[in-house]
């Protein structure tokens, strides 16, 4: 097989606040750029999939403006998007994961594009497009599957990448590794998660698409089910509707009209007491989660790791501390190893240090070596 050197890489990261990008050569970012979009730029599209042509465009003007030449790139790797629940990992894109993203197979996030806008990039320069450590990384133990209702397990639906990576980055720092420790992070973006880590494996956490735990500053989190339920059947809302109400228009955007915590953070500066009580509110269910997944790890705590575009927030940080820190220290890591993480994910595979993986997980299937059958 040929040998590249340095390997030029894109990672495509699309959250459901903003789209980062990056070019790494081999570990070195050569550039990195977070755009972000407002409630109105993304409330205007239906589905996710809508937001394709904008998304891309977006990547490919800025790249442009930056004079980077893609016709240089070896990779181009995504964020995974709501696929079949997978071991975690670097995975080729190909046709079953394509079809899955598009119909949202399980459910709708702007994490659905990275593959997807990987793979047209990657096409049209004849290189391999990957995803890495997608948010369906699915390592619950049993137990945390029940829900009460049998038809509704419950599923790992998370911030599995940054999680991971900030994860590790904290047992590095603590003189240990991932596998040695126990963890609680909390992922604070868009969507918040917080998980519960026992030595190297996610074991439970909360959905945090459409499943419960905190409020977000797009998203409704847990809300009362009976509540809920006599919503959906009063007549005065469409499907759609509903489900806007609890991903994209809920928590801060429902009750503020915005996604973004500067802006919330500026109004409390200026005396907003609405602003400030509901700011404290998402604290407050963040720091709940992390109580609830305190007992999952038995009290058995070596750290509790905040991470996330809410972490640059130093009052925020402290609403949440001053409520949990008797369970154990507190790790800031302000926010996320995304693009870092992707990056290495598609070297590993690149420099063959590892197997990309085939999707839908399927062991006995033909494995390879990128470029190479083995
Ligand atoms: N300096 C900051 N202080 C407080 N909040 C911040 C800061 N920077 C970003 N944020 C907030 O973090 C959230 C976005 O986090 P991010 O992890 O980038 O989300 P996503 O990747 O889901 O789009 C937004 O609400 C944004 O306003
Ligand atoms: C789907 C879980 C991951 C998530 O919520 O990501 P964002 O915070 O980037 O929306």
Redesign the pocket.
């Given at each position: 097989m040929q040998q590249h050197q340095p390997y030029r890489i894109l990672v495509i990261?699309?959250?459901?606040?903003?789209t980062k990008i990056g070019v790494f050569e081999n570990e070195l970012c050569i550039f990195e750029k977070s755009i972000r979009h407002d409630t109105q730029a993304i409330a205007q599209y239906n589905r996710v999939i809508d937001q394709y042509d904008f998304r891309k465009k977006v990547i490919l003007e800025q790249l442009n403006y930056e004079g980077i030449n893609i016709s240089k790139l070896h990779a181009v790797c995504g964020?995974g998007?709501?696929l079949r629940p997978i071991e975690g990992g670097t995975y080729e894109v190909n046709q079953p994961m394509l079809q899955d993203l598009k119909m949202g197979y399980n459910?709708e996030?702007?994490?659905n594009l990275g593959g997807i806008i990987a793979h047209e990039i990657a096409n049209g320069l004849n290189i391999p497009a990957f995803i890495v450590d997608p948010?369906v990384v699915n390592e619950l133990d049993e137990i945390a599957k029940f829900s009460g209702v049998p038809e509704i397990p419950r599923k790992s639906?998370?911030?599995?990448l940054n999680q991971k990576a900030v994860a590790r980055k904290a047992a590095n720092d603590m003189n240990t590794t991932y596998e040695n420790v126990n963890l609680i992070v909390t992922?604070?973006?868009?969507?918040?998660?917080i998980g519960a880590h026992k030595n190297g494996k996610v074991i439970d956490v909360n959905?945090?698409?459409h499943g419960d735990g905190p409020f977000?500053?797009?998203?409704a989190g847990t809300v009362p089910a009976g509540d809920l339920v006599s919503l959906c059947f009063s007549g005065q809302y469409y499907r759609d509707e509903i489900m806007k109400k609890l991903i994209g228009q809920g928590g801060l955007v429902a009750y503020l009209q915005t996604n973004d915590a500067v802006e919330v953070e500026k109004r409390i500066e200026n005396g907003d007491e609405a602003a400030q009580q509901v700011y404290e509110a998402m604290a407050y269910q963040i720091a709940k989660e992390i109580g609830s997944m305190s007992t999952v790890l038995s009290g058995n705590i070596d750290a509790i790791v905040l991470t996330?575009?809410l972490a640059y927030g130093k009052k925020f940080i402290e609403m949440i501390t001053k409520r949990v820190n008797w369970i154990a220290d507190t790790l800031v890591y302000p926010g996320e190893n995304e693009l870092q993480a992707l990056n290495e994910g598609t070297l590993r595979v690149l420099r063959n240090e590892e197997f990309p993986k085939t999707y839908p997980n399927d062991k006995e299937k033909e494995r390879t070596i990128y470029g190479e059958r083995i």
């Amino acid at each position: 097989m040929q040998q590249h050197q340095p390997y030029r890489i894109l990672v495509i990261n699309p959250g459901s606040t903003s789209t980062k990008i990056g070019v790494f050569e081999n570990e070195l970012c050569i550039f990195e750029k977070s755009i972000r979009h407002d409630t109105q730029a993304i409330a205007q599209y239906n589905r996710v999939i809508d937001q394709y042509d904008f998304r891309k465009k977006v990547i490919l003007e800025q790249l442009n403006y930056e004079g980077i030449n893609i016709s240089k790139l070896h990779a181009v790797c995504g964020r995974g998007g709501l696929l079949r629940p997978i071991e975690g990992g670097t995975y080729e894109v190909n046709q079953p994961m394509l079809q899955d993203l598009k119909m949202g197979y399980n459910g709708e996030h702007a994490s659905n594009l990275g593959g997807i806008i990987a793979h047209e990039i990657a096409n049209g320069l004849n290189i391999p497009a990957f995803i890495v450590d997608p948010v369906v990384v699915n390592e619950l133990d049993e137990i945390a599957k029940f829900s009460g209702v049998p038809e509704i397990p419950r599923k790992s639906i998370f911030h599995a990448l940054n999680q991971k990576a900030v994860a590790r980055k904290a047992a590095n720092d603590m003189n240990t590794t991932y596998e040695n420790v126990n963890l609680i992070v909390t992922h604070m973006g868009g969507g918040i998660t917080i998980g519960a880590h026992k030595n190297g494996k996610v074991i439970d956490v909360n959905n945090g698409l459409h499943g419960d735990g905190p409020f977000s500053p797009e998203r409704a989190g847990t809300v009362p089910a009976g509540d809920l339920v006599s919503l959906c059947f009063s007549g005065q809302y469409y499907r759609d509707e509903i489900m806007k109400k609890l991903i994209g228009q809920g928590g801060l955007v429902a009750y503020l009209q915005t996604n973004d915590a500067v802006e919330v953070e500026k109004r409390i500066e200026n005396g907003d007491e609405a602003a400030q009580q509901v700011y404290e509110a998402m604290a407050y269910q963040i720091a709940k989660e992390i109580g609830s997944m305190s007992t999952v790890l038995s009290g058995n705590i070596d750290a509790i790791v905040l991470t996330g575009g809410l972490a640059y927030g130093k009052k925020f940080i402290e609403m949440i501390t001053k409520r949990v820190n008797w369970i154990a220290d507190t790790l800031v890591y302000p926010g996320e190893n995304e693009l870092q993480a992707l990056n290495e994910g598609t070297l590993r595979v690149l420099r063959n240090e590892e197997f990309p993986k085939t999707y839908p997980n399927d062991k006995e299937k033909e494995r390879t070596i990128y470029g190479e059958r083995i």
